[in-house]
Nanobody, 121 residues
Framework: QVQLVESGGGLVQAGGSLRLSCAVS????????MGWFRQAPGKEREFVAA????????KYVDSVKGRFTISRDNAKNSVYLQMNRLQPEDTAVYYC??????????????WGQGTQVTVSS
């Protein structure tokens, strides 16, 4: 059974930081690209960041470039999203995803359950 379990969300003031983690089990982690997506209330789910299976390439949506950093640890079957200089418009449910190995990812194969990030002004 494939499981992607996010953690690290919460409430933070604008300008603050959070680090999201996603622990993955039930699949060969190093065979998948990994990504983070988010969905704000009343909006569609959007791509945030992705990383290749080896970690040698990353991609970000323009709105988070320079503020967010995606990384992975294949020995721990985990992917991370370091979020700095958070803004109220970053408020959303953040989802971890196991993706195709292309960059940007063409397909999402598995989703986590999501973790809430709320940024107050």
């Amino acid at each position: 059974q494939v499981q992607l379990v996010e953690s690290g969300g919460g409430l933070v003031q604008a300008g603050g930081s959070l680090r999201l983690s996603c622990a993955v089990s039930g699949l060969t982690f190093s065979s998948y690209g990994m990504g983070w997506f988010r969905q704000a209330p009343g909006k569609e789910r959007e791509f945030v960041a992705a990383i290749t299976w080896s970690g040698d390439m990353t991609k970000y949506v323009d709105s988070v470039k320079g503020r967010f950093t995606i990384s992975r640890d294949n020995a721990k079957n985990s992917v991370y999203l370091q979020m700095n200089r958070l803004q109220p418009e970053d408020t959303a449910v953040y989802y971890c995803a196991a993706t195709s190995t292309t960059m940007p990812p063409a397909n999402v194969y598995y989703w986590g359950q999501g973790t809430q990030v709320t940024v107050s002004s």
